[in-house]
């Protein structure tokens, strides 16, 4: 069964940090384009940071600096790292895989393939 199963999250206070995890199973993710997405509460889900089929990786403006994502393909395994985390960071977290063409757009109705989100919270 292809699945993806985010892990890692929690609950942390201002300037701590978390890795998120994001496993992937019955599925290649070596050139494969995979995505953090994040909704909190009463807001729209916005992309955090994704890699590319050539590994290239962007972020969210507001994260970049603080969040660093990496792809293991051996262990078929994507990560964030969130440092200097704020409370504006507080959201479910959600990984998703795709392709080229779905990077290309990067948006959350071009992925077949996601995760059920794993809770982080920061608090001030």
């Known amino acids: 069964q292809v699945q993806l199963a985010e892990s890692g999250g929690g609950s942390v206070q201002a300037g701590g940090s978390l890795r998120l995890s994001c496993a992937a199973s019955?599925?290649?993710?070596?050139?494969?384009?995979m995505v953090w997405f994040r909704q909190a509460s009463g807001k729209e889900r916005e992309a955090v940071a994704r890699?590319?089929?050539?590994?290239?990786?962007s972020y969210l403006d507001s994260v970049r600096g603080r969040f660093s994502v990496s792809k293991d393909d051996a262990e078929s395994t994507m990560y964030l790292q969130m440092n200097n985390l704020i409370p504006e960071d507080t959201a479910m977290y959600y990984c998703?895989?795709?392709?080229?063409?779905?990077?290309?757009?990067?948006?959350?109705?071009?992925?077949?393939?996601r995760g059920q989100g794993t809770q982080v919270t920061v608090s001030s």
């Open positions: 998703v895989a795709g392709t080229a063409t779905s990077c290309s757009s990067a948006q959350w109705s071009d992925f077949v393939l």
């Open positions: 890699i590319d089929t050539d590994g290239t990786a």
């Open positions: 019955g599925y290649k993710t070596k050139e494969s384009c």
